[in-house]
């Protein structure tokens, strides 16, 4: 009876080791089978093997080249969930992670996610505050945000301007005041997106004229 229990027992011990064998060998098949898609640019199949490889990847330790790469084959078919999803665990990992933060920003603003945008170039940033390619997208973002509230308060002194021309009310009217009023809630909303823009880089001499231009409206 001894002898038939130590049987069995070896027997599924064996098993569950040449099944984890078994498990790990598919494992890098797939994600050979993924990096040889990759340089066919064939994505979606690198995508479905590096994903399988993941999935049987077991105890090993992890392998962050390939899992950047699950992401960014994932990000050149559109996936952009799954794109988020493995660039995050590169960027956890500290692998290529100031790339791997703007291609999760990028993939966000796909998914019109401007918020979660935003704060993942700002997380990025925190760790790698020296990096020019996180700044530029920043600063891009933060100068386009805050030309469209002051382009929306530009509009509305204009349309005012025009009325008075028109004679419909004079400046001194309470319709007048009423639109500068209104024209005032755009220009303090796109202040502090260009003082983020001017903080990123004082000298930027767009960013520094469009402050002046904001404030100039909102000291009328």
């Known amino acids: 009876m001894k002898k038939l229990i130590a049987v069995l027992i070896f027997s599924v011990g064996f098993l569950a080791t040449s099944f984890a064998q078994d498990q790990k060998t598919d494992a890098i098949a797939s994600k050979n089978a993924g990096n040889e898609a990759l340089r066919s640019k064939d994505y979606a199949k690198a995508l479905t093997n590096f994903e399988k490889a993941i999935a049987n990847w077991g105890d090993q330790d992890p392998d962050y ?90 509009a509305i002194l204009q349309a005012a301007a025009n009325d008075v021309k028109a004679g419909k009310y004079k400046t ?19 202040m502090p997106y260009v003082d983020k823009a001017v903080k990123l880089d004082p000298s930027d001499p767009q960013a520094k004229q469009l402050k002046e231009l904001i404030q100039k409206n909102l000291d009328m």
């Open 65 to 154: 080249v390939m899992i950047y790469n699950t992401g960014y084959s994932a990000y050149k078919i559109k996936k952009w969930n799954k794109a988020i999803k493995y660039f995050t665990m590169a960027a956890d990992a500290s692998y290529k992670a100031e790339y791997a933060y703007l291609y999760i920003a990028n993939s966000y603003r796909h998914l019109n996610n401007m918020a979660k945008f935003e704060s993942t170039l700002e997380t990025g940033l925190q760790k790698y505050p020296n990096s020019k390619k996180i700044k530029s997208f920043l600063g891009v973002y933060y100068l386009k945000e805050g030309n469209a509230h002051y382009k929306k308060g530009a």
């Open 172 to 190: 001194t009217d309470d319709k007048y005041k009423a639109q500068v009023a209104k024209a005032k809630v755009d220009f303090k909303a796109a």
